[in-house]
């Protein structure tokens, strides 16, 4: 059973997750503070953190830069304000990605899975040679996306995104010329479309637009298919 550290202070959250990480076959371990969360990572061998930014004892971003200079255990973020995301996704802490509360315990599992199953996979596939660092990252004509840094490189400069406006990019380049719906993109970029609040694909794709310009004035990279949908040009300069 894989060992899960969760360091969350309030114990009603921390409690429905703990359920479900059992009910779902891992050993959760629960810690409330930083300082005993620290402790517990020594004590014993985590296969993940979930991690409150907000905790009495200490601000989950300089926890996680401590737990960095030493562990590469996968970090989960929890969090109760979008604002942080920015900080989270943008400031390269190194978390493998994050929750915004309140959300489904069985999000947060789903989540975890995936993280533990990229790790893994990555694990098994170091003996032929080809270095996790490229095959995290996606290629195509100017763009470089880094999955493990949330990244996406423009023109050899990183494009400060939202989670987003990060997802929607990165649909669009794994399939440059196909033209996407609107529902189509919803599908493909969002985790919960039909609850999702953040429901403008249009309002999304401005914002990407103007952030592509700034390092780009000229090259049209987003094509609108009016009444259809939008697409990646095919014909983007290295
Ligand atoms: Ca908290």
Redesign the pocket.
């Known amino acids: 059973m894989e060992k899960i550290l969760l360091i969350?202070?309030?114990s009603s959250i921390a409690d429905n997750i703990r359920f479900a990480l059992e009910k779902d076959g891992f050993n959760p371990i629960w810690c409330a503070t930083g300082k005993e969360g620290v402790a517990a990572l020594e004590e014993h061998a985590i296969a993940l953190i979930v991690l409150?930014v907000?905790?009495p004892d200490a601000n989950g971003f300089e926890l996680c830069k401590q737990i960095r200079q030493a562990s590469k255990v996968p970090i989960v973020f929890l969090t109760?304000r979008s604002d942080e995301i920015d900080r989270i996704v943008g400031l390269e802490l190194g978390a493998d990605d994050y929750m915004v509360k309140p959300f489904s315990p069985r999000e947060l599992i789903a989540r975890i899975k995936a993280v533990l199953r990229r790790i893994h996979s990555q694990d098994g596939d170091s003996a032929d040679g080809v270095s996790t660092k490229e095959k995290n990252k996606i290629q195509y004509g100017p763009f470089a996306i880094d999955m493990a840094r949330y990244q996406i490189k423009f023109f050899n400069q990183s494009l400060e995104l939202s989670r987003y406006e990060f997802r929607l990019l990165k649909v669009l380049i794994e399939r440059p010329g196909r033209v996407l719906s609107r529902d189509q993109l919803m599908e493909l970029a969002w985790d919960d479309p039909a609850s999702s609040l953040d429901r403008t694909v249009d309002a999304h794709i401005k914002t990407l637009r103007a952030k592509l310009k700034k390092v780009n004035e000229g090259t049209e990279v987003i094509i609108t298919h009016r009444g259809i949908g939008y697409s990646l040009s095919e014909s983007l300069p290295k």
């Open positions: 969350e202070d309030e409150d907000g905790l109760a």
